[in-house]
């Protein structure tokens, strides 16, 4: 740390911008060419880096497993938001060191919590806290025994098995 120019916020920014280019880059090129520029470019870039005294090396192992990391979200979308989340969060950390770390998952919680998505809470069945919601939560309770919907669902028919009317009025007409 000592031959190193920049403070660790700065590194990691650095570091960052630098993965974050390389991985547009290998989405813009063709696949093959994309996945070897990408692999090339990160190897060539962090030892220029590490030998250029901008980074040093325990900075780029960690930005590189994060960034290795980041590929295993099953969602594309949702790692896109891990990386703009990620660089929130290190503002948080250089401003206030854990404090604003801890701040910043309090404040991207609190976000989440407010959130709805066609009427539903997105933390639901968490977010308002019903515990008879909870009974098909973590384990899979047979249907015969689920006799009532979650109540975030808001439905007409909060029991199981009551027909709506459009089913009666079919039923009548057969």
């Avoid at 930005?63 to 948080?92: D, N, Q």
Wanted: net charge positive; proline share 7%.
């Amino acid at each position: 740390r000592v031959k190193v120019a920049f403070p660790i916020f700065m590194e990691i920014f650095i570091m960052e911008f630098i993965i974050e280019i390389i991985r547009e880059a290998g989405v813009k090129l063709p696949r093959p060419v994309g996945q070897a520029v990408s692999i090339v470019g990160g190897i060539v870039i962090g030892q220029a880096a590490v030998n250029a005294n901008l980074v040093s090396p325990v900075t780029l192992v960690i930005v590189a497993l994060t960034a290795i990391s980041s590929f295993t979200s099953p969602v594309y979308y949702l790692g896109i938001t891990h990386r703009i989340l990620r660089f929130f969060l290190l503002v948080c950390s250089s401003l206030l060191g854990t404090y604003g770390f801890i701040l910043g998952l309090l404040f991207i919680h609190a976000h989440v919590a407010r959130l709805v998505s066609f009427g539903v809470p997105y933390l639901s069945p968490f977010s308002p806290l019903r515990l008879r919601d909870w009974t098909d939560m973590l384990i899979r309770i047979p249907m015969k025994k689920l006799r009532t919907r979650p109540a975030f669902l808001k439905t007409r028919k909060p029991k199981k098995g009551e027909d709506t009317p459009m089913v009666q009025r079919d039923r009548r007409n057969t």
